[in-house]
């Protein structure tokens, strides 16, 4: 018996009032690296979560999977209560830039995207809005 999934869709469009991320601690950006790393050569795609402007979490929601060129996220596995400042995902070819289908992606969840890329140095991730423009967004602690 073949089991019947519902996806949720969730838009946020720039106008929306949620919290104005300002920043990601760099421990989670250290993760993010570490886990595109690991990872690779498959993409990772997860949610991000903040504090007081500042995205502290990082969450793999169950059911996520990585193949080598492209991952899915299942939105309706979001637990009741999380409120994601946005996503992320790699791109294993280093491509900082999102795709077509990153951008049809970016509205579903969140205000601020970040794209994580090989070689997963420091240097190696851009932050962007939910129309592919780019976010301004600084490492704090």
């Known amino acids: ?83 994601p400042a946005g996503s992320v995902h790699s791109h294993p070819n280093g491509v900082l830039y999102p795709s077509d289908q990153d951008l049809s992606f970016f509205p579903r969840v969140g205000r601020c995207h970040l794209i994580v890329g090989a070689p997963y140095l420091q240097e190696s991730w851009r932050a962007f809005r939910t129309d592919g423009r780019a976010y301004p967004l600084d490492v704090v602690g």
């Open 1 to 83: 018996m073949q089991r019947k999934t519902r996806r949720l869709i969730l838009f946020y469009p720039d106008n929306y009032p949620t919290m104005e991320i300002r920043g990601i601690k760099g421990e989670i950006l250290d993760l993010l690296m570490e886990l595109g790393r690991e990872s690779h050569p498959h993409e990772f795609v997860g949610l991000l979560c903040g504090n007081c402007g500042v995205i502290d979490e990082f969450n793999l929601l169950p059911g996520s999977e990585g193949r080598e060129e492209s991952a899915t996220l299942l939105l309706d596995m979001i637990p009741l209560g999380l409120s």
